[in-house]
């Protein structure tokens, strides 16, 4: 296969997989008349680092998931998904926190505004957050 219909395939622009290749993430590409030759493999390997980068994995990273064989170190690879699970159960309760405050704030700027936006006189409580 061409560049051209590799990216069509994978979703990656040519300067894209151009790119995975010169950061060594993908295997020596075959060169037929001057043209790289893409195999089901180098394509499957393009797909993979997509998806790795959709789930916020940097190139980085992925290029130290590959052993000196060029296959992948799959207990790395579980290992990463494991951290990456990880901060994402963090980064949900940290956004949940974030949440509940911003539905307290909305509440008592409701009630604040009911009360025609005084606060302190007839002991109307202020909106902690203002």
Partial sequence: MRISDVSRLSGASAKAIRLYEARGLLPPIARVNRYRHYSEQDLAWIRMIRLALSLGIPLATI???KQAD???????VLALLQRRQQQLALERER???VQARLQQLDQ???LWLQHGGQCGAGGDPC???V
């Fill in 70 to 76: 060029g296959q992948l170190d799959w207990p790395a």
């Fill in 95 to 97: 956004l949940a926190r």
């Fill in 63 to 65: 290029a130290r998931l």
């Fill in 108 to 110: 008592e700027l409701r």
């Fill in 127 to 129: 909106p902690s957050g």
